[in-house]
């Protein structure tokens, strides 16, 4: 099993920044068996939807709505993945998850969520 935890959400006012941190333990070696990863989002009442995605070689994907705001990254070393969120907007409020696929397990594992508010 993989784990895969969250921090860095909360309540920022609109303009504001807030970096998430995604780390991942259990059965790997490296992080670089869990590729790609990547943060998705959920807004109440709307479905998941991918924010950002990065390979182990750090090839990175955004979502239109946060391209040239959002920054994700990683450091294999640490197992850990970030999203460095700027410029953030009420419309960014939402829960956002990490995601990962184990190249072994052949897998998806998913993170608990770590909820962002952004206020007027």
């Known amino acids: 099993q993989v784990q895969l935890v969250e921090s860095g959400g909360g309540l920022v006012q609109a ?38 995605s990065i390979t182990s070689g750090g090839s990175t994907n955004y979502a239109d709505s946060v391209k040239g705001r959002f920054t994700i990254s990683r450091d294999n070393a640490k197992n850990t993945v970030w999203l460095q969120m700027n410029s953030l907007k009420p ?30």
């Open 15 to 52: 303009g504001g920044s807030l970096r998430l941190s995604c780390e991942a333990s259990g059965r790997i070696f490296s992080i670089d068996q869990i590729n790609p990863m990547a943060w998705y989002r959920q807004a109440p009442g709307k479905q998941r939807e991918l924010v950002a």
């Open 91 to 120: 419309e960014d409020t939402a829960d956002y998850y990490c995601k990962g696929f184990h190249i072994f397990d052949g897998r998806d594992y998913w993170g608990q969520g770590t909820q962002v508010t952004v206020s007027t």
